[in-house]
Structures are given as structure tokens and as C-alpha cells.
């Protein structure tokens, strides 16, 4: 008897995922944060099923191909591919992206605060102009146009195979007549543009060492939009040096720099950053208004 005869029902296969998946050595985190979640976008992503509509189906009988589909890709996440590059689908704010190994997988907590509007930070004015650097999937730039429907915004990546997938997430949402992207290396896509009144910044920020150390499902991801240098900062050290000019005097920088946070205020103790203490998560996304950041170019604090 075959496995796929063995396991004939939706919740068959649930319940053999989360086990089978229990027994490997696997990291969580790019999407999901319990064994039981990532089975579940495993098994219901492979098969197209909501999963607000899972219970309706969960002792449908599968079709020989999808019991194939779902064997091979319990072996591929065995094997340490993130389940979302598996399926495609990448959850995020409550929206679905999709994704592949072209793309990192969302999961910056800078996309809950766009949820919630930048508040207290961007105070009353809603942003006009937004550009979200290194896009990726598009998955912030995308957020940032839903939370501020009255904004124009620009995504822009050095990877033109990056934006492929970013252009397929901007259609999904009907966002073309207001999302432009663009390809371009940081601060270089934006060359003679009006300063920007919100700039989003997920750029690579992964160390040295800590890419030495990553689990296996991260080489899954590109390695250009992760890694960073020795410390952590070398996109970011060039971008700050030529960011004013692109952001304005009463705009918002959001930038995230994840466990590199203690090497940005080592490098700059004189910027006043401000860390937001956040209850769904903030560790390493700093906020600095386009008016501290003139201020700190004037003092040299960036030199």
C-alpha cells in the first residue's frame, strides 16, 4: 500500500504533516511560528483551500495528483524549503502574497505598523509620497498603499527579477494606477526625484557572522538581500549619507536593521533614532524624521 492510498482525506494528510514535519529539523519563523501553522499553510496552500474554510473540506477525499502534490512537498519542506516558496503563498497583514526563491518571505514587523498607520510617529498628516526601497515582493510597498489610499507610491529593487514578483503582487491587488516600480540600485532608482514624505527601508542587513550561522531554510533566500558585510551595515551606511535629499524636512524614515541595531547606534551615537517598543514586535526597525536627519548631516553625525 502506497502512501497516497493510505492518506486519502484533507485531514488525513494534516494530521501526517504536523507529525512527519514534528520528526525533522526545522527552523519557523518565515511566516509561521508553531509546527501546527506551517503544516497547515503546507498542506491547505498546496491544495488552494482558505483557511478560513478548512473545516468544510477536512474529510473531502484527495485526487491521486493532489495526494502526489502533497507528498512531494512534505519532502521538500523536510529538506528545509520554507513553505511559502513550496505553495507560493506568503501570508502577511492579513493579505496573501505571492512568492518565490526570487523574493525574501514577508515578515517585518514595519507591516503591522502601516496597518496601524504609523501612529503615534507619522502624526495627522497622511503621507502623499512613499517609496518602499528594496521591495522584494513588493509586500510592504503594497501595505503602505492600502493604509494611505490618497498616496502615490514607488517600489524599487537592484534586481529587476524581484520586481517580476512585485509587479505580479500589485496587479493581484489592483494597485497599477498607483504603484510604480522601478529597478535600481538603493538611492540610485530615485536619481532626481522630489523628496519623499515616507521612505520604507527593509534593505540587507545580516552580518558576517550571523549569515555563517543561519538555518538551512535562509539559503533558501536570496543571498543579496541578506547579506550585509562584516557588520551588518553595508547598504545602509552609503543610504543614510545620501538619503536627505530624498526624504522630506517633515517626512519619515522607517528602516529596519533587525539584529544589526546594536552595530547602527554603535556607528552613529549622535542620530537620535527612535526604537518603537512594539507588542507584535519592532526589535531592530528604527524611525528618524527627515528634519533629525538634516540635523544630524549638519552636526557630521553621519560622516
Avoid at 92 to 111: A, M, N, Q, T, W
Avoid at 147 to 162: G, H, M, Q, S, Y
Avoid at 230 to 250: H, I, K, M, N
Wanted: glycine share 10%; with cysteine.
Amino acid at each position: 500500500m502506497t502512501l497516497g492510498e493510505e492518506l486519502k482525506t484533507v485531514r488525513d494528510w494534516l494530521r501526517y504533516a504536523v507529525s512527519t514535519l514534528g520528526r525533522g529539523d526545522l527552523y519557523l519563523g518565515q511566516g509561521q511560528e508553531t509546527l501546527w501553522d506551517d503544516a497547515l499553510a503546507l498542506v491547505l496552500g498546496v491544495l488552494a483551500i482558505p483557511q478560513d474554510r478548512a473545516e468544510w473540506v477536512l474529510d473531502g477525499v484527495l485526487l491521486l495528483e493532489e495526494r502526489r502534490r502533497l507528498t512531494a512537498a512534505v519532502q521538500s519542506r523536510l529538506q528545509g524549503k520554507p513553505t511559502a516558496y513550496i505553495t507560493g503563498r506568503a501570508p502577511y497583514c492579513g493579505l496573501e502574497f505571492f512568492v518565490d526563491e526570487r523574493v525574501l518571505i514577508p515578515r517585518s514587523p514595519l507591516g503591522m505598523m502601516l496597518t496601524e498607520g504609523l501612529q503615534p510617529w507619522l502624526g495627522a498628516e497622511e503621507p502623499r509620497r512613499i517609496v518602499d526601497l528594496c521591495t522584494g515582493s513588493g509586500c510592504l510597498g503594497i501595505v503602505a498603499a492600502l493604509a494611505f489610499p490618497k498616496a502615490e507610491v514607488v517600489l524599487t529593487d537592484i534586481d529587476p527579477r524581484a520586481l517580476a514578483v512585485a509587479q505580479r503582487n500589485v496587479a493581484k491587488f489592483h494597485l497599477e494606477h498607483r504603484i510604480e516600480l522601478r529597478a535600481g540600485d538603493g538611492l540610485a532608482a530615485l536619481d532626481g526625484e522630489d523628496p519623499f514624505d515616507l521612505v520604507l527601508a527593509n534593505p540587507p542587513y545580516v552580518d558576517q557572522a550571523a549569515m555563517e550561522a543561519l538555518p538551512k531554510e535562509f539559503r533558501f533566500e536570496p543571498r543579496h538581500a541578506l547579506a550585509a558585510g562584516e557588520d551588518g551595515l553595508a547598504f545602509v551606511t552609503p543610504f543614510l549619507r545620501g538619503l536627505s535629499p530624498y526624504l522630506a524636512p517633515e517626512g519619515l524614515l522607517a528602516l529596519e536593521v533587525g539584529y544589526s541595531a546594536p552595530a547602527l547606534d554603535a556607528r552613529y551615537p549622535e542620530v537620535p533614532w527612535l526604537w518603537p517598543d512594539l507588542p507584535h514586535g519592532g526589535a531592530g526597525l528604527t524611525l528618524l524624521s527627515g528634519s533629525a536627519l538634516r540635523a544630524a548631516e549638519a552636526a557630521g553625525a553621519l560622516a
